[in-house]
Each structure stands twice: as C-alpha cells, then as structure tokens.
T-cell receptor
C-alpha cells in the first residue's frame, strides 16, 4: 500500500519563529490531507490537496502539494503556543486514510 | 450539532477479558472508520464500515478483533481476549456520502489499557 514519511519527527521552536513539516512518498499520490492532533486530543482535519503544485493558505498556515505529487509541506508563519501539537499528513483511497508518522511541534515563549 | 461520540473514553481491562468500544458518527454520516494509535505513533487504519456492511477490513488483525455498524445504534469495535499489546488509543471517524474525500471527523477516542 501507499506509504508517506514525515520529517522532522520533532521540532521545538520559540514563539514567533516559523515551522515547516514535510511529507514524502516514493509513489505518486492522488491526494494529501493534513491533520492536527493536540496533546491528549484527537486528529482534526485541516486541509486536502489534490492538484499538482497546489498551494492553499489558512491564516498563518500554508500547504503545498509538489509538482510531481510525491511530496507536500505545511508551513506555519510566526508560530504561537496554540500551534502546539502533532501534525500528520495522510493520503487516501476510496476506503481509508494512510497516515504519516507525524511531526510533533513544541512552542515555547 | 454533536460531533463523533465515542465511549467509554477510558477503558481498563485485564488480560483475557473482552473490550467493547462504541462509536456514534456525526448526524447524517453513514461512513465509519476505526483507527488505532499506539503511544507516540501515527494512526493505523483498521476497518471501514457503512450501515450493516464491512467495506474494508484490511487493517484488522486476523484474530480477536471484529467490528460492526448495525442498522440501528452505534458502531462497535470488539476485542476478545485482550493482551497487553492491545493497549492503545482507538479512534473512530465518520464521513458522509459525497463529502470531500479524505475529510474525516474524528471522535475523542477510547484509551484502552490492558493490565
């Protein structure tokens, strides 16, 4: 089945710094989703990307799908403490999502 | 508008006992998915169900695990004769027919501890 790898596993930033997590696949993906999971919480859907080279923005978050549809990134500008959590990418078929291992973001003042 | 409901939120079972996890999807959602998350790991797909049908159970262990989504009532994930390795968070997610593909709504999860 399809697999997606995420890097880094963990990132610690100071509030105000930028943050980027990357999602990579060895095969072409038809879609990518990004989810956020707060500590002790459940995954929350953020966005879906389906087009080659697609870029979407949500306030301070920028999501990108690579031209070859084999990678994706999530960039957060000027992190805040509310951004703390684990960010997962996933890719789906008709019946299920395959999740990456996640990037855990820690933000300190 | 209630979200996905799961109960219990925490469940403690001794080895060999049975665990029953319940999931009520969001109103209007007919697709239910179960995922397992081990500590500090990602989510692993287990099973996808629609009302009275198992559509994809490729992620379910071959033994001791079963799932159902009856015509009436919640979806149930059942684990028989639990072992320590079953300790994990079990998340249910739902989606509706025709929803943006890949957009699933997750419940708060059931944290299962096997002692």
């Amino acid at each position: 089945g399809q697999q997606v790898m995420q890097i880094p596993q963990y990132q610690h930033v100071q509030e105000g710094e930028d943050f980027t997590t990357y999602c990579n696949s060895s095969t072409t993906l038809s879609n990518i989703q990004w989810y956020k999971q707060r500590p002790g919480g459940h995954p929350v859907f953020l966005i879906q990307l389906v087009k080659s080279g697609e870029v979407k923005k949500q306030k301070r978050l920028t999501f990108q799908f690579g031209e070859a549809k084999k990678n994706s990134s999530l960039h957060i500008t000027a992190t805040q403490t509310t951004d703390v959590g684990t960010y997962f990418c996933s890719t789906g078929t008709a019946s299920k999502l395959t999740f990456g291992t996640g990037t855990r973001l820690q933000v300190t003042l | 508008n209630a979200g996905v409901m799961q109960n219990p939120r925490h469940l403690v079972r001794r080895r060999g006992q049975e665990a029953r996890l319940r999931c009520s999807p969001m109103k209007g959602h007919s697709h239910v998915y179960w995922y397992r998350q081990l500590p500090e790991e990602g989510l692993k797909f287990m099973v996808y169900l629609q009302k009275e049908n198992i559509i994809d159970e490729s992620g379910m262990p071959k033994e001791r695990f079963s799932a159902e989504f009856p015509k009436e009532g919640p979806s149930i994930l059942r684990i028989q004769q639990v072992v320590r390795g079953d300790s994990a968070a079990y998340f249910c997610a739902s989606s509706r027919e025709g929803q943006v593909f890949g957009e699933q709504y997750f419940g708060p999860g059931t944290r299962l501890t096997v002692t």
